[in-house]
């Protein structure tokens, strides 16, 4: 059975509302953020490649709307002149009907030309979306840099790594404008990470210009205790030079000179008012002179006092073996009497021979084991 015509100036109505929906959705596309965005002329790159098709795609959608355009104009017109009811409805249908030059009938063409156009604002969306992400980084980069140059300025510093992010964020702003598809998120992540070290050098420096009277205060003290560990290693140098002889020789000390001159530095660094980070770099610098100076300082003690240590040992174990042979037939020993008075002799005269002494005693315990 024969399917019946459709009532002809019904389906050019639904035609022409059909092609009036598309044309106005093109219209408004048109005049979207998105689609103004692409029509800059310095575009280039990847953004310009992409937008030239989409471009060309939209010339086509005009070019294709204004043929069925054109031809329902045309049928509207003669439907004016001529009822198309009746015994004309076949043939005006078929004309109304008809394929356009790439084989669609009028409504097919009209649904993929909605299609074609519902996937051009995607990828424009796409594109504007990339650019809205890309600028909110931006932005933010530029906030953090408006941020740490006040900062910096404030410690009255040039710090490289804001100038570098500066410098990236500019060029980024450029791209933004010409190729926006190039911004990668690798690219945008990046701009956070040199913001982020710009941040964190500002807040380094922040905390080192606070700290730097704390550790002024430091080592002030770390002063007055090395001329305090100067003059200790003084005596002790001097009562180990005196009292212990033999093989032993006391490590000498620094000139005296060498402590004048971190003294010195040390009330250089405390008129410097003006330039904080020179005052940091000049007290660090000192720092270092005066660690080594007390380390060296100490292992000078250490060697000598472990000389005057092992003497008092040597006593206290001479001591204890008197007091051992007191109570055997070692008494009356004459030998071995005149043996604890030899190392007695030469644990408590100056200068003592360590190593006679604890040979004396060497043989004190083998006669006290006999």
Request: glycine share 4%; proline share 3%.
């Amino acid at each position: 059975m024969r399917r019946p015509l459709p009532e002809p100036l019904d389906l050019l109505a639904r035609f022409e509302r059909d092609l009036a929906a598309l044309k106005a959705e093109l219209v408004e596309s048109e005049t979207s953020a998105s689609y103004l965005m692409l029509l800059n002329e310095n575009l280039s790159g990847e953004t310009l490649r992409q937008a030239g098709g989409a471009a060309e795609a939209a010339r086509d959608l005009w070019i294709r709307v204004g043929e069925i355009d054109q031809r329902l104009a045309n049928l509207r017109e003669r439907a004016d002149q001529k009822d198309p009811r009746g015994k004309h409805a076949a043939q005006f249908v078929e004309d109304l009907i008809a394929p356009l030059r790439e084989g669609l009938t009028p409504e097919a063409a009209i649904e993929a030309m909605g299609d074609q156009h519902a996937s051009l604002c995607r990828w424009a969306e796409e594109v504007h979306t990339i650019w809205t992400q890309a600028l909110a980084t931006i932005d933010a980069a530029r906030h953090d840099l408006v941020d740490v140059t006040t900062r910096a300025e404030q410690l009255g510093i040039t710090e490289p790594r804001v100038q570098q992010c500066r410098d990236r964020m500019e060029q980024l702003e450029s791209i933004l404008v010409t190729d926006p598809l190039s911004l990668t998120s690798e690219v945008l992540i990046e701009l956070e990470q040199l913001a982020g070290d710009a941040i964190a050098s500002i807040d380094r420096l922040e905390s080192d210009q606070q700290d730097l009277d704390t550790d002024y205060q430091a080592a002030a003290r770390q002063q007055v205790e090395l001329q305090s560990l100067y003059r200790r290693a003084e005596i002790i140098r001097k009562e180990a030079t005196v009292k212990i002889g033999g093989a032993f020789a006391a490590s000498v000390l620094p000139a005296p000179r060498l402590l004048a001159e971190i003294a010195s530095q040390f009330g250089e660094i405390g008129q410097h008012h003006t330039d904080w980070q020179q005052k940091r770099f000049m007290l660090e610098r000192w720092q270092q002179l005066a660690a080594r100076l007390q380390r060296q300082l100490e292992r000078i003690n250490q060697h000598n006092e472990a000389a005057l240590q092992r003497r008092e040992e040597l006593r206290g174990r001479l001591m204890a073996y008197r007091a051992k042979s007191s109570n055997s037939s070692l008494v009356e020993d004459q030998e071995f009497a005149s043996l604890v008075q030899q190392a007695r002799h030469e644990l408590y005269t100056a200068p003592t021979d360590l190593d006679l002494a604890e040979q004396y005693l060497a043989e004190i315990a083998e006669r006290l084991t006999l």
